[in-house]
């Protein structure tokens, strides 16, 4: 009789154990065009484009800041950002942003949006883009 209850007992800790989620420590959502804007409109957003600045300069979707993923100081100043809220990155056609995204996931973000297809995609979808001028 005993060991049936110890039996039962150890099965019931296997199955609690195992319903147990596994405790994520980010994640990354590739988005369409649509969903960006909707998302763009969240108070606690951030935008970051993580092309160079020569690309930054020569279209930019409004609102975003330019942190270049391939500058040597991009881990400094990603650690500017706040890893609480949430991020929307893009690049030119979606390379750079997806590393870039499990970069700022690895380093604890918690929710991090990638524009799939870039601002590449977001002309080609007859959004607006600014210059620096």
Request: proline letters at 2%; aromatic letters at 8%.
């Amino acid at each position: 009789m005993k060991k049936n209850i110890v039996f039962v007992a150890l099965l019931m800790m296997i199955g609690v154990s195992s319903c147990k989620k596994e405790e994520k420590k980010g994640e990354v959502k590739v988005v369409s065009v649509e969903e960006m804007q909707s998302l763009m409109e969240l108070d606690d957003i951030q935008l970051v484009d993580v092309r160079t600045p020569g690309e930054y300069a020569e279209g930019y979707i409004e609102n975003f800041q330019n942190i270049d993923f391939l500058s040597p100081t991009f881990d400094e100043d990603i650690a500017k950002l706040d890893k609480n809220k949430p991020v929307i990155l893009y690049c030119k056609s979606g390379g750079r942003s997806a590393s870039c995204a499990k970069k700022m996931v690895d380093a604890g973000f918690v929710k991090v949006y990638d524009l799939e297809g870039g601002i590449s995609k977001w002309q080609h979808e007859g959004m607006e883009v600014k210059v620096v001028q």
